[in-house]
């Protein structure tokens, strides 16, 4: 397994890291404990979870995730040998999420609640990675390209947030701080607040890459090489899309877009078949298997730190982490890179 820095900190982290949402929902304590086994043998050290979790979002399971996450670290008694990111929801009409029943924003007042909790939760004195899991600015996070602006007068100022949570660094609570679902400005912006007030510099962006939505290396990637804010990959088999189980109609008992398909619609476009049927031709020429050929290709990115792995069978997670020990060589990326050409970022 290869290991690289988060940001400016000393912290090394995997190049895979274990994502957790499926867990509390699909997957049980006891499987979601065989996943956590499966990925720490095979040199995983970094797991990533969220407020949110497990998906999709409901009062009852709410949080329950990450108690699996604290049940299994602390019947291996390995806390220092792993690092934890965790997630706080943004702007949403959730109203379970906080005690008094609000809407949820990142004000420093809802922030210590979160934190308070999900250090409960994980069972935990500090959270290596804190993220804030979408933006407080209403905006189009979680697909379409589009950009409609709306103004608000109940915003928290980024300034707030991030004073806010580089209190919670100095009290050792929290290790880091990164984004999730940002844009290029928003990205900068925290990274300029942090520069002019001498606070708390992000160390990471958490946004969907893939081989259907490549839409971060325009976007963001000079940042992130330039700023040393790297991208945590997440959905890099684009729900699950890319290993074509879904083509031509097909929906598999047990799987996410059969159990919960209208909160998927990102990765169901016109072109996303095509785009699909011509990366398992790629990866059939060359004697690969299209899941790791996917995640790989994120791996290997400059601006990307960490691809976050997620699956539901034991043998897709093992699928999903050998792709680490495969090599990708020129003839496969231009392969790759001709399809993006034809069907350029189908699923943004």
Not at 92 to 121: V, Y
Not at 122 to 131: C, E, P, R
Not at 270 to 278: D, L, M
Not at 313 to 337: R, W
């Amino acid at each position: 397994m290869l290991y690289k820095k988060l940001g400016h900190s000393n912290i090394k982290v995997s190049s895979i890291c274990l994502g957790t949402m499926t867990w509390g929902e699909q997957n049980n304590q006891d499987e979601a404990f065989q996943q956590m086994d499966m990925a720490f043998d095979y040199g995983v050290n970094f797991f990533d979870t969220a407020e949110l979790y497990p998906i999709p979002p409901s009062a009852n399971t709410q949080g329950e995730t990450s108690r699996i996450i604290s049940k299994w670290i602390n019947e291996k008694k390995n806390r220092d040998k792993l690092v934890i990111a965790d997630k706080i929801v943004g702007r949403s009409n959730m109203d379970w999420f906080r005690d008094n029943g609000e809407e949820t924003r990142l004000n420093k007042k809802q922030i210590q609640f979160a934190l308070d909790r999900s250090l409960k939760n994980l069972d935990t004195d500090y959270i290596d990675l804190y993220q804030l899991h979408w933006p407080d600015r209403p905006l189009n996070v979680f697909s379409g390209l589009e950009y409609h602006h709306k103004d608000s007068n109940d915003v928290t100022p980024i300034l707030e947030t991030l004073d806010c949570l580089t209190d919670f660094v100095k009290e050792g609570k929290i290790k880091t701080i990164g984004l999730s679902n940002e844009t290029a400005w928003g990205t900068f912006e925290f990274i300029k607040t942090a520069e002019m007030k001498n606070l708390e510099k992000i160390v990471s962006v958490q946004n969907p890459y893939n081989l259907l939505n490549r839409s971060y290396e325009v976007g963001i990637s000079e940042i992130s090489i330039r700023e040393n804010v790297g991208l945590l990959a997440y959905s890099p088999l684009a729900s699950g899309t890319l290993s074509g189980k879904y083509l031509d109609g097909k929906l598999p008992d047990g799987t996410r877009l059969k159990l919960f398909g209208d909160r998927y619609p990102r990765y169901r476009t016109p072109n996303s078949e095509p785009a699909i049927k011509e990366y398992i031709k790629i990866a059939k020429k060359f004697n690969l298997n299209v899941c790791q050929m996917a995640i790989k290709f994120c791996e290997i990115q400059p601006f990307v730190t960490s691809v976050i792995i997620g699956a539901t069978k034991m043998d897709q997670l093992e699928n999903n982490l050998k792709s680490h020990e495969i090599k990708l060589d020129d003839e496969v990326i231009q392969a790759i890179n001709e399809v993006q050409l034809i069907y350029s970022n189908p699923c943004p």
